[in-house]
């Protein structure tokens, strides 16, 4: 087996985890709610033509414009799946690495994060295992140092 079959095989292995520990989330009506601003019903319109295999970077890659700032805790739990897709491919020419902007979604307002706390400690174990692969074959893309706290924060078992 090859690096790169090896690197393959653990990013689909821990992509296995977390659509496995998040297969709970169904399919929501609205991902935002839509009727709170223009924006909140633009960013719903996006994510509504879009599902875990077609959601792409170009929809969630730009940090000025990202719908899944503005996504419910349950669209969060729906699309997290595939933004790890998103953060285990390639970076882009125009957007980077997607793993950056994951990252803000999972880090912002540290252990207050909404997202941690909407997350089940299966969830949460599932988020930390995919944050520790990112690190250890992708911490080169980002700050490594961002990454680790990540996981730090998504390995605490004290919070809930």
């Known amino acids: 087996m090859t ?9 689909a292995a821990v992509l296995d985890s977390v ?7 169904r399919r929501p009506e609205h991902f935002t709610d839509r009727d709170h ?24 890659g730009n940090p000025g414009w990202d719908p899944i700032c503005f996504a419910t805790d349950a669209a969060f739990g729906y699309y997290f799946p595939a933004l790890a897709r998103l ?9 980077g690495w997607y793993g ?4 803000f979604h999972l880090c912002h307002d540290g252990s207050d994060n909404r997202r941690l706390a909407a997350c089940t400690a299966e ?3 599932a988020v930390a295992d995919l944050l520790r692969h990112l690190s ?7 700050e490594k140092e961002e990454l680790l706290d ?11």
């Open 3 to 11: 690096r790169d079959d090896a690197h393959r095989a653990a990013d």
């Open 19 to 25: 659509r496995r520990a998040f297969s709970t989330y």
């Open 37 to 60: 601003c223009s924006e909140c019903a633009e960013h719903d319109d996006v994510l509504r033509t879009r599902d875990l295999e077609t959601l792409s970077v170009g929809d969630v």
């Open 87 to 95: 953060a285990l491919d390639e970076p882009t020419k125009e957007f």
């Open 100 to 103: 950056d902007q994951l990252l």
């Open 123 to 125: 969830q949460r174990r």
């Open 136 to 142: 250890d074959t992708r911490g080169h893309l980002g």
């Open 150 to 160: 990540a996981v730090r924060l998504w390995s605490d078992e004290t919070i809930a």
